[in-house]
């Protein structure tokens, strides 16, 4: 049984073992019914092998947990030149002699074994549980990145029969249009120390000043976004701004999973072809697509403060309020009803479903459903303080990344939250990417 899905108080070491136990299950349902040449796949710029990512994921717990919090011996002793993810460059990646599947397996279930032993020893330390968390939570993006990896390659979806068709989504629930006015105001954007957890990149919450501004209801949907092709908008450069190298060296003329069949569009899902779904978000754009649409419909990107405050501020008295909210819908722990997260879809649904999770502006689906891009660039707050593992960020910041905000359907209920930021670079089509506007 897999406690509580929010990290809401230190939790203890029998409910740390049930997450290690529950995010390493996941890795394996999702690779399972892949044979040995798909867990390969070809090389390509984004996506990792998957024989490779799998083994990776484990080296991370090993590493910190076992090897470093506890100071073990390596389970196997070249394992740093295998899958240290800081140090194996990308395409390498594909010609490691890496272990055998049924090596891979069987590592694995050794850290996960020794890690939940470690947990449940009475004399474990807060340090071990801190990193045994981190671990857990490197391994939930891992499996959303296996997930988009399977999509990337026309995989089947993966088999996931105890969570798919648990959505508590109206299947029909149809577009949500229009903007809501949000009242400026300080906001202190970040992790407070308060906070259960935080990654480096959230620390610390620091005051910014919002002007007062209006942001879509929900995000861009597939057939607002087949508006924007059909009216030629790929062929038209003065929408592209800084975008049109991008949109020269892609050779892009639609999303990346579309095709024209007849008269209408179809999107590729997985393995097959569906016609498009009218009121979901669209997903897989990258940046640059997200803000030519913009410029077409005269609107633009939310900053990532403004994305923020949008789903954890209140209204106060024409300002905003001095609350924070975790979530949009408040304190309360993630439940099926708030968002579509978990795989529980196994796609996107309506931008109208889930009025549970509505924020207190009464902004729809902004956790879950799909990531959202934002204007800003990725990079530290004025009082960054960089993890032990110094790669969740520092190298990144200088990669003109785009920060993107809120989950997707891939995403563990368990860490996303308010303050969470993702970030990737501007070309990247093949992550659960979509975005909202916000009005000029
Ligand atoms: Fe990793």
Not at 264 to 282: K, T, Y
């Amino acid at each position: 049984m897999v406690p509580d899905l929010q990290p809401s108080a230190p939790l203890t070491g029998e409910q740390l073992a049930a997450w290690v136990h529950d995010a390493r299950q996941r890795t394996m349902d999702l690779v399972a019914d892949l044979d040995d040449d798909q867990l390969v796949g070809p090389v390509l710029p984004t996506v990792n092998p998957l024989i490779w990512e799998i083994g990776h994921l484990s080296w991370f717990s090993e590493k910190f947990v076992l090897r470093d919090a506890l100071g073990e011996p390596p389970i196997i002793p070249h394992a740093d030149a295998l899958w240290d993810s800081g140090a194996i460059p990308h395409d390498t990646r594909w010609r490691l002699s890496l272990p055998s599947r049924k090596e891979t397996l069987a590592y694995m279930a050794e850290v996960r074994d020794r890690t939940v032993e470690r947990l449940l020893d009475r004399r474990c330390t807060d340090v071990v549980r801190h990193f045994a968390l981190y671990a857990v939570l490197h391994e939930d993006t891992h499996t959303e990145a296996i997930t988009y990896t399977r999509q990337r390659l026309c995989y089947p979806a993966p088999q996931l029969p105890d969570l798919v068709g648990t959505s508590a989504a109206d299947a029909g629930a149809g577009p949500l249009p229009g903007d809501v006015e949000v009242p400026g105001g300080t906001h202190l954007l970040g992790a407070l120390r308060s906070d259960p957890f935080a990654y480096d990149n959230e620390k610390w919450a620091h005051p910014v000043e919002i002007a007062p501004f209006a942001i879509a209801r929900a995000p861009v949907t597939q057939s607002e976004f087949a508006a924007f092709v059909d009216d030629g908008g790929y062929t038209r450069p003065e929408l592209w701004g800084a975008g049109e190298q991008w949109l020269r060296s892609s050779g892009a003329r639609q999303p990346l999973y579309w095709r024209r069949e007849g008269d209408g569009w179809q999107r590729r899902d997985f393995d097959g072809w569906v016609a498009l779904e009218p009121h979901r978000p669209v997903i897989h754009l990258s940046f640059w697509e997200a803000a030519a649409h913009c410029r077409w419909a005269g609107r633009r990107l939310p900053t990532e403060a403004e994305w923020e405050v949008a789903a954890s501020a209140e209204p106060g008295e024409g300002s905003l309020r001095d609350v924070r909210r975790p979530h949009p819908w408040g304190d309360e722990p993630t439940a099926p009803e708030h968002a579509n997260l978990e795989w529980r879809a196994m796609g996107t649904v309506d931008v109208a479903a889930h009025p549970a999770g509505d924020s207190a502006f009464g902004l729809r689906g902004m956790i879950g459903n799909a990531w959202e891009w934002t204007a800003s660039t990725f990079s530290p707050y004025p009082n960054f303080e960089q993890d032990a593992y110094r790669d969740n960020s520092w190298p990144w910041f200088a990669e003109g990344r785009k920060v993107l905000r809120g989950g997707a359907w891939a995403t563990r209920a368990r860490y996303i939250r308010t303050t969470y930021r993702n970030y990737f670079t501007t070309e990247r089509r093949d992550v659960l990417a979509g975005f909202r506007t916000c009005a000029r």
